[in-house]
T-cell receptor, first 110, second 114 residues
Framework: TQLLEQSPQFLSIQEGENLTVYCNSSSVFSSLQWYRQEPGEGPVLLVT?????EVKKLKRLTFQFGDARKDSSLHITAAQPGDTGLYLC??????????FGQGTRLTINP | ETGVTQTPRHLVMGMTNKKSLKCEQHLGHNAMYWYKQSAKKPLELMFVYNFKEQTENNSVPSRFSPECPNSSHLFLHLHTLQPEDSALYLCASSQRTSSYNEQFFGPGTRLTVL
């Protein structure tokens, strides 16, 4: 059973376009994290959202936590080739257990 | 060294070999983790250590044996592995007393079992 579903799994767009990645679950999480992983490297934490409805911005990236704390979205404005990577969402279920989605592989073409 | 380091970065081994993966964190954290990342599958938590004590074994086969001699070092001893164990093995650390379980990952060891 996949507790966190990410969509789309693959996304290839042109530089300058906008995009949104979704992370959905039927479970409630105390917090949710977004990571980016580049080839040959481990995931790097981008943001943690905690409160239902919370919105956080990191330059051109906007993260939102659903009101019920079951889902989240990542929106990228004016995507650049440097945004290319595997984006992972992870829900905190407590007891130090993070549940990861299967990831969205994003490619930004120059 | 900074952050979380892992050695070796790549490992090829036969099914009868014995090898070990090493992880070291330079962040002053007190919790460490082993994850397995396979193609087309989400990251799978394998083991959790808090203050050197194992607090989670996520039904991992006994051919994987973790060791945590102190809060900064974590090992994964491998023996009689199967080809399906080929994957990227990631180590992570966190601060146990932090409000949020924010984890910091090493670059991983790419393991191939022949």
């Amino acid at each position: 059973t996949q507790l966190l579903e990410q969509s789309p799994q693959f996304l290839s767009i042109q530089e300058g376009e906008n995009l949104t990645v979704y992370c959905n679950s039927s479970s409630v999480f105390s917090s949710l994290q977004w990571y980016r992983q580049e080839p040959g490297e481990g995931p790097v934490l981008l943001v943690t959202v905690v409160t239902g409805g919370e919105v956080k911005k990191l330059k051109r990236l906007t993260f939102q936590f659903g009101d019920a704390r079951k889902d989240s979205s990542l929106h990228i404005t004016a995507a650049q080739p440097g945004d290319t990577g595997l984006y992972l969402c992870a829900g905190d279920r407590g007891a130090q257990k993070l549940v990861f989605g299967q990831g969205t592989r994003l490619t930004i073409n120059p | 060294e900074t952050g979380v380091t892992q050695t070796p970065r790549h490992l090829v081994m036969g099914m009868t070999n014995k090898k070990s993966l090493k992880c070291e964190q330079h962040l002053g954290h007190n919790a460490m983790y082993w994850y397995k990342q396979s193609a087309k599958k989400p990251l799978e938590l394998m083991f959790v250590y808090n203050f050197k004590e194992q607090t989670e074994n996520n039904s991992v086969p006994s051919r994987f044996s973790p060791e945590c001699p102190n809060s900064s070092h974590l090992f994964l001893h491998l023996h009689t592995l199967q080809p399906e164990d080929s994957a990227l093995y990631l180590c992570a650390s966190s601060q146990r007393t932090s409000s949020y379980n924010e984890q910091f990952f090493g670059p991983g060891t790419r393991l191939t079992v022949l």
